[in-house]
């Protein structure tokens, strides 16, 4: 079975330049979630969807960071414009959804930004 | 807020050392703790834990949760060097539909030969 899918593995931008990631679920995931794990720290969730809809994302910083899920299926997740601060693995997951709460979530490799 | 505090941060031990590695939560409304192996890039999943006192075991690895104390831990029996990684542990958000997994800063285990 293949994992979820994520790119690019690594991007390098400079401040206030725009980027965006990809990510592709294990088929047939309802659930889809981004996190963003900054060096030293556990991952932090910034948006959560069931199919196309947005079930959470009340820590996603909206000023700067888009994210949709057209289709149920696949994902990304935008920055515009980037700051430093934003240097961070992105990772993207996804889970069954069937039964919230009990719910293993399968992580994709992530996306390593580097803000300049 | 829901809240992860592991401990310690960082263990270093020899192979063939067993560690136990900690988990402390605060939630709202309790269903679930996940442990999670992180050694590059993704996290992967070890184990669920639903249900206090219960053990879950896999090969070398066991957790075991108390929900009356709040805490899980994970243990590690005679370690090897592929036990190096970062540990994990996060339980899911406790409103509503949501359930993206708040987690703790975890563990950076190194196993010296």
């Known amino acids: 079975e293949a994992g979820v899918a994520q790119s690019p593995r690594y991007k390098i931008i400079e401040k206030r330049q725009s980027v965006a990631f990809w990510c592709n679920p294990i088929?047939?995931?309802?659930?889809l979630y981004w996190y963003q794990q900054i060096l030293g720290q556990g991952p932090k969730l910034l948006i959560q969807?069931?199919?196309?809809?947005?079930?959470?994302d009340s820590q996603l910083p909206k000023d700067r960071f888009s994210a949709e899920r057209l289709k149920g299926v696949d994902s990304t997740l935008k920055i515009q414009p980037a700051k430093l601060e934003d240097s961070a693995v992105y990772l993207c997951?996804?889970?069954?959804?069937?039964?919230?709460?009990?719910?293993?979530?399968?992580f994709g490799p992530g996306t390593r930004l580097t803000v300049l | 807020e829901d809240k992860v505090v592991q401990s310690p941060l960082s263990l270093v031990v020899h192979e063939g050392d067993t560690v136990t590695l900690n988990c402390s939560y605060e939630?709202?409304?309790?269903?679930?703790l996940l442990w999670y192996k992180q050694e590059k890039k993704a996290p992967t999943f070890l184990f669920m834990l639903?249900?206090?006192?219960i053990e879950k075991k896999s090969g070398r690895l066991s957790s075991i949760l108390d929900k009356k104390e709040l805490f899980s831990i994970l243990n590690i029996t005679a370690t090897q060097t592929g036990d190096s990684a970062v540990y994990l542990c996060a339980v899911p958000y406790s409103g509503g539909g949501a359930d993206g997994l708040t987690f703790g800063k975890g563990t950076h285990l190194i196993i010296q030969p």
């Open positions: 997951a996804s889970s069954l959804g069937v039964r919230k709460g009990h719910n293993e979530q399968f």
């Open positions: 088929s047939g995931h309802a659930t």
């Open positions: 969807f069931q199919n196309n809809g947005v079930v959470d």
């Open positions: 639903t249900s206090s006192g």
């Open positions: 939630v709202t409304n309790f269903r679930s």
